[in-house]
């Protein structure tokens, strides 16, 4: 079956330091990818997808590239903000069907 | 608009009762999620319902039931609450066909003891 799977946290960093969150999937076909964040307190958001490989999906500073000869959907950030501290979820929904599979989420916390 | 919206945003439930948790989406959404996020285990698919009128089964149904009650609501309910069913309880509601992006609710924190 379909799985995701992405470094475990927590992520600790210092505000404006560069961060990469990898991810690797498992599924049949071509998948969709996505990066979820889910704030403290809060349901998830979409923070970007792709939809093929090679697409560079962005958003807020962040990106992340479907590598499909790596399996990979690794998400980076050139400088990060204290205001970035969330979890982050690595996702894919394969073929054409609605369900999302979702990683077990990568804690990020920025300090000042 | 309010997007998804879940109540109870709290509750504690004694081994045994029953509850229902309420969703409902104004985005005119066709399908509609449970999840259940537990640490660790990041979010696993309960029940979903690909178009009003029809439910089927996801990763962890065992011990909840669903009904689609119409475009807009999608409820949960819990039976027979066990302590293995604490956790957080999210709703989510996305276009049928054309976009894939998932639109969450707040989310429910269910605590049986």
């Known amino acids: 079956g379909d799985s995701v799977t992405q470094m475990e946290g927590p992520v600790t960093l210092s505000e404006e330091a560069f961060l990469t969150i990898n991810c690797t999937y498992t599924?049949?076909?071509?998948?969709?990818l996505f990066w979820y964040v889910q704030y403290p307190g809060e349901g998830l958001q979409l923070l970007l997808k792709?939809?093929?490989?090679?697409d560079k999906g962005s958003n807020k500073g962040f990106e992340a590239t479907y590598r499909k000869e790596t399996t990979s959907f690794h998400l980076e950030k050139g400088s990060v903000q204290v205001s970035d501290s969330a979890v982050y979820f690595c996702?894919?929904?394969?073929?054409?069907?609605?369900?999302?599979?979702f990683g077990t989420g990568t804690k990020l916390q920025v300090i000042p | 608009n309010a997007g998804v919206t879940q109540t109870p945003k709290f509750q504690v439930l004694k081994t045994g009762q029953s509850m229902t948790l309420q969703c409902a989406q104004d985005?005119?959404?066709?399908?509609m999620y449970w999840y259940r996020q537990d640490p660790g285990m990041g979010l696993r698919l309960i029940y979903y319902?690909?178009?009003?009128?029809?439910?089927d089964k996801g990763e962890v149904p065992n011990g909840y039931n669903v009904s689609r009650l119409n475009k807009r609501e999608f409820s949960l309910r819990l039976e027979s609450a066990a302590p293995s069913q604490t956790s957080v309880y999210f709703c989510?509601?996305?276009?049928?066909?054309?976009?894939?992006?998932?639109?969450f609710g707040p989310g429910t924190r269910l605590t049986v003891t």
């Open positions: 989510a509601s996305s276009e049928a066909a054309g976009t894939y992006e998932q639109y």
């Open positions: 599924a049949t076909g071509y998948p969709s």
């Open positions: 792709a939809t093929k490989a090679d």
């Open positions: 996702a894919l929904l394969s073929g054409g069907y609605q369900k999302v599979t």
């Open positions: 985005m005119n959404h066709n399908s």
């Open positions: 319902s690909a178009s009003e009128g029809t439910t």
